[in-house]
Antibody
Framework: QVTLKESGPGMLQPSKTLSLTCSFS??????????VSWIRQPSGKSLEWLAA???????YYNPSLKSRLTVSKNTSNTQVFLKITSVDIADTATYYC?????????????WGQGVMVTVSS | DIQMTQSPPSLSASLGDKVTITCQAS??????IAWYQQKPGKAPRLLIR???TLESGTPSRFSGSGSGRDYSFSISNVESEDIASYYC?????????FGGGTKLELK
């Protein structure tokens, strides 16, 4: 059974660094082809893919946010992390992590429940 | 980046109606489009991949079609449980990009 769960600070101030964790089970990020992505959704708006990390440690970023994003994983391949620097109000959103694969293109099949993040002074 | 233009932004339907949502990509996406359903406060749920392949558990009243740049998603015989927002996703290229969404409401 594949599950993912996001965790984060809930609220933070503008200009700070947002740190998010995606904890997952039911698959291993050390398996060839596996990818975990981060996606966000401001309230009432559409979805935006942010970043991904694959089984081999290769990292992929949305060019529009690349300078502010850092994705990483733990050595046991059970968690993926996302850092967003210099947050502002526009970064207020629900953040999701989702499973993906490399090789033959596949859509995000399993998603976490999402974590709401509010940027406010 | 591939832009996904989804329409309409909202849709009002009666139970039993057939509804259709379209997505147009800014370039050929070779059928690598997926459709998601999202209910308030929930994560998106994958319904259809590769244009027309239904996921396990997706009711047969959902369908998808298209090729090249133009794709559509339909629900025949709308049921109350289908009231949700729907999103298309192109996954042929990075960055993955979503359509703007369609909110389906009951008339």
């Amino acid at each position: 059974q594949v599950t993912l769960k996001e965790s984060g600070p809930g609220m933070l101030q503008p200009s700070k660094t947002l740190s998010l964790t995606c904890s997952f089970s039911g698959f291993s990020l050390s398996t060839s082809g596996m990818v975990v992505s981060w996606i966000r959704q401001p309230s009432g708006k559409s979805l935006e893919w942010l970043a991904a990390i694959d089984w081999d440690g290769d990292k992929y970023y949305n060019p529009s946010l690349k300078s502010r994003l850092t994705v990483s994983k733990n050595t046991s391949n059970t968690q993926v992390f996302l850092k967003i620097t210099s947050v502002d109000i526009a970064d207020t959103a629900t953040y999701y992590c989702a499973r993906d694969t490399t090789g033959i293109p596949t859509p995000f099949d399993y998603w976490g429940q999402g974590v709401m993040v509010t940027v406010s002074s | 980046d591939i832009q996904m233009t989804q329409s309409p932004p909202s849709l009002s339907a009666s139970l039993g109606d057939k509804v259709t949502i379209t997505c147009q990509a800014s370039q050929n996406i070779n059928k690598y489009i997926a459709w998601y359903q999202q209910k308030p406060g929930k994560a998106p749920r994958l319904l259809i991949r590769y244009t027309s392949t239904l996921e396990s558990g997706t009711p047969s009243r959902f369908s998808g079609s298209g090729s090249g740049r133009d794709y559509s998603f339909s629900i025949s015989n709308v049921e109350s449980e289908d009231i949700a927002s729907y999103y298309c996703l192109q996954y042929v290229n990075l960055p993955r990009t979503f359509g703007g969404g369609t909110k389906l409401e009951l008339k």
